[in-house]
């Protein structure tokens, strides 16, 4: 549940609460590829380029297959608007389409 916290943070514009939300949610399952995946993104809306890369590399190194657009079909987004804002980020900080 704390991704979906983390989630509608980021996408409703309060980044600064995303974060912490999706460290949590890593520090409770490390291993978790989505709060990994809001984290950078809320990384690279924060302006923090470098921390994006740094887990963008984490995302690829946990899961080699991954794609985004693998990634956006299984988001059900009710704007489309909205996922298409969040691929964009996410290909800004070096994950693969």
Same mark, same amino acid.
């Given at each position: ?9 980021? &996408? ?16 409770? &399952? ?61 290909? &800004? ?5």
């Amino acid at each position: 549940m704390i991704n979906v916290l983390a989630t509608v943070y980021r &996408d409703s514009g309060k980044v600064a609460l995303s974060i912490p939300a999706a460290r949590e949610a890593l520090r409770v &399952d490390p291993r978790q590829v989505e709060a990994r995946i809001i984290l950078c993104s809320d990384y690279k809306l924060n302006g923090s380029h470098c921390e994006a890369g740094k887990i963008s590399e984490e995302i690829i190194a946990a899961d080699p297959m991954f794609s985004l657009s693998t990634y956006a079909r299984k988001k059900p987004y009710k704007f489309r608007k909205t996922l298409e804002r969040i691929v964009d980020v996410l290909r &800004d900080a070096g994950l693969p389409d």
